[in-house]
């Protein structure tokens, strides 16, 4: 089953809004939350990443927000552009293990 | 340029056919992975390799093949045992294996069984 559970599977934003993904783990032992940017027929890469000693990540337009207390963790893109349209991963993983990856989130911004 | 180069970029199956993918990365990473991407079920981990000549099932290994026989190359063979393999194939590297290394990801194969 999925470790990490990510909503909405899909959304669409107007240019200059806010998308806000969500994602919700249970494996305690995670200390590692990636996101990952996948555009169109290309591979996913890292966008920007968290550890739980951390309750907030900001970097330019990207913010990740992370409560250790609930398991969950969540991305937010400010001012959203058309560029941002692309499927967004979340994941997590401990020291050692396997990354766990979100079902993922595709998102559209529109003119 | 640094990078890891999957080939080919689509590819066109008969039903009871083995394929195999490429997968050749320059940036002298140990750690090697194939990912199979599927919509609505995120990337899911086929095998992965943390050194030459040695390599592990990941979640969804059954149908699949693989092999590790110099740094640079990872290839994926899927076989006629794969019951479902229409899906996008990501090949990704990693300096080492596991833990919070960031994933190197390749442009992806897209095969389609007819």
């Known amino acids: 089953q999925q470790q990490v559970k990510q909503s909405p599977q899909s959304l669409i934003v107007q240019k200059g809004g806010i998308s806000i993904i969500n994602c919700a783990y249970e494996?305690?032992?995670?200390?590692?939350f990636p996101w990952y940017q996948q555009f169109p027929g290309k591979g996913p890469a890292l966008l920007i990443a968290i550890r739980p000693d951390v309750s907030e990540k900001k970097e330019g337009r990207f913010t990740i927000s992370f409560n250790k207390s609930a398991k969950q963790f969540s991305l937010h893109i400010m001012d959203s552009q058309p560029g941002d349209s692309a499927t967004y991963f979340c994941?997590?993983?401990?020291?050692?293990?396997?990354?766990?990856f979100g079902a993922g989130t595709q998102v559209v911004v529109t003119p | 340029d640094g990078g890891i180069t999957q080939s080919p970029k689509y590819l066109f199956r008969k039903e009871g056919q083995n394929v195999t993918l490429s997968c050749e990365q320059n940036?002298?990473?140990?750690?090697m992975y194939w990912y199979r991407q599927d919509p609505g079920q995120g990337l899911r981990l086929i095998y992965y390799?943390?050194?030459?000549?040695?390599?592990q099932k990941g979640d969804i290994a059954e149908g699949y093949s693989v092999s590790r026989e110099k740094k640079e190359s990872f290839p994926l063979t899927v076989t006629s045992a794969q019951k479902n393999p229409t899906a996008f194939y990501l090949c990704?590297?990693?300096?080492?294996?596991?833990?919070?290394?960031?994933?190197?990801f390749g442009a992806g194969s897209r095969l389609t069984v007819l």
């Open positions: 940036l002298n990473h140990d750690a």
């Open positions: 994941a997590a993983t401990d020291s050692w293990g396997k990354l766990q």
């Open positions: 494996n305690t032992a995670f200390d590692y």
């Open positions: 390799s943390q050194i030459v000549n040695d390599f």
């Open positions: 990704a590297s990693t300096p080492r294996g596991f833990g919070a290394n960031v994933l190197t």
